[in-house]
Nanobody, 124 residues
Framework: QVQLVESGGGLVQSGGSLRLSCAASGRTVSNYAMGWFRQAPGKEREFVAA????????YYADSVKGRFTISRDNAGNTVYLQMNSLKPEDTAVYYC?????????????????WGQGTQVTVSS
């Protein structure tokens, strides 16, 4: 069983940056695809970014493309989400997820393991 713990969230002004981390434990996730999703109040969970097991393929939602970067450190069993040029509409709880299939996908149903989330609030 994989346990995922997100960190790095907080309050930031519009145009600012944050770096989220997702630390995995329980087993190595070096052969897992990893994804970031978010859920704003009153809205459904949405895909943000994903990365394949080797880090060779990355995928982004159109709303964050060019502003967010997903990366991974397999030796450290950690995945990151660098968020730049943040906007108020990026405000949400951000969740990390792991998919043993390894390829990376925007489909939340493909991920078997989820973290508890970290709050990101962007003020205007």
């Amino acid at each position: 069983q994989v346990q995922l713990v997100e960190s790095g969230g907080g309050l930031v002004q519009s145009g600012g940056s944050l770096r989220l981390s997702c630390a995995a434990s329980g087993r190595t996730v070096s052969n897992y695809a990893m994804g970031w999703f978010r859920q704003a109040p009153g809205k459904e969970r949405e895909f943000v970014a994903a990365i394949s097991w080797a880090g060779t393929n990355t995928y982004y939602a159109d709303s964050v493309k060019g502003r967010f970067t997903i990366s991974r450190d397999n030796a450290g069993n950690t995945v990151y989400l660098q968020m730049n040029s943040l906007k108020p509409e990026d405000t949400a709880v951000y969740y990390c997820a792991a998919d043993y299939r390894g390829l990376g996908t925007s489909r939340g149903q493909s991920y078997e393991n989820w973290g508890q989330g970290t709050q990101v609030t962007v003020s205007s």
